[in-house]
């Protein structure tokens, strides 16, 4: 079936250390996102790609990097810069003008 | 910035009434879209409407589109249990290229 797959579900990652989620999409979308959750709150946009080789900053990309180098994947690191990195993941890709996001189900990160 | 603001922040209500939450939005939009998250998971499409629109009907839901007031409601009538989630809007600017939500409304529907 088409859709987006997100790894890994959960994590653990000890202060200092980098950490990168895996999302991967088989919908041939050239869009994707990634958006970061906190407890209770709403979606804010991190980094997101129109095509592959290219990608812009979203709202709160501070500590965070990404890399477009196949249509498919869009994998993100939160690099040991991110001074909150505790939060909900989702990854995103989007059909285009006019179309919806399709989201993955999630990657939840716990800094200990 | 998030663009849109829910409300309310919460809802509870029984089954089988209506429960009614509102988005606002603060600048030009090319359509507004809602979606539902369960608890823990993604987020999945429920309706979109166009800025030209001023309603729209699927299923139980109902949408309104006021772009004079920059807001909308979504409307789900005779509610479930099932039902229970949280929804966000999320507004397609100018550009076109990406999508602002809302902080959502977290709907609890008893039995």
């Known amino acids: 079936d088409g859709g987006i797959t997100q790894s890994p579900k959960y994590l653990f990652r000890k202060e200092g250390q980098n950490v990168t989620l895996s999302c991967e999409q088989n919908?041939?979308?050239?869009?994707m996102y990634w958006y970061r959750q906190d407890p209770g709150q709403g979606l804010r946009l991190i980094y997101y790609?129109?095509?592959?080789?290219?990608?812009q900053k979203g709202d709160i990309a501070e500590g965070y990097s990404v890399s477009r180098e196949k249509k498919e994947s869009f994998p993100l690191t939160v690099t040991s810069a991110q001074k909150n990195p505790t939060a909900f993941y989702l990854c995103?890709?989007?059909?285009?003008?006019?179309?919806?996001?399709?989201f993955g189900e999630g990657s939840r990160l716990t800094v200990l | 910035s998030q663009q849109g603001e829910e409300d309310p922040q919460a809802l509870s209500i029984q089954e089988g009434e209506n429960a009614t939450m509102n988005c606002s939005y603060k600048?030009?939009?090319?359509?507004l879209q809602w979606y539902r998250q369960n608890s823990g998971r993604g987020l999945v499409h429920l309706i979109l409407?166009?800025?030209?629109?001023r309603e729209k009907h699927s299923g139980r839901l109902r949408v309104t589109l006021d772009t004079s007031k920059k807001s909308s409601s979504l409307l789900i009538t005779a509610s479930r249990a099932a039902d229970t989630a949280s929804y966000f809007c999320?507004?397609?600017?100018?550009?076109?290229?990406?999508?602002?939500f809302g902080t959502g409304t977290q709907l609890k529907v008893e039995l």
């Open positions: 409407i166009r800025s030209n629109e």
């Open positions: 999320a507004t397609v600017g100018g550009g076109g290229n990406k999508l602002t």
């Open positions: 600048t030009s939009i090319n359509n």
């Open positions: 919908l041939n979308h050239d869009a």
């Open positions: 790609s129109q095509i592959v080789n290219d990608f």
């Open positions: 995103a890709s989007w059909q285009g003008p006019g179309g919806e996001l399709f």
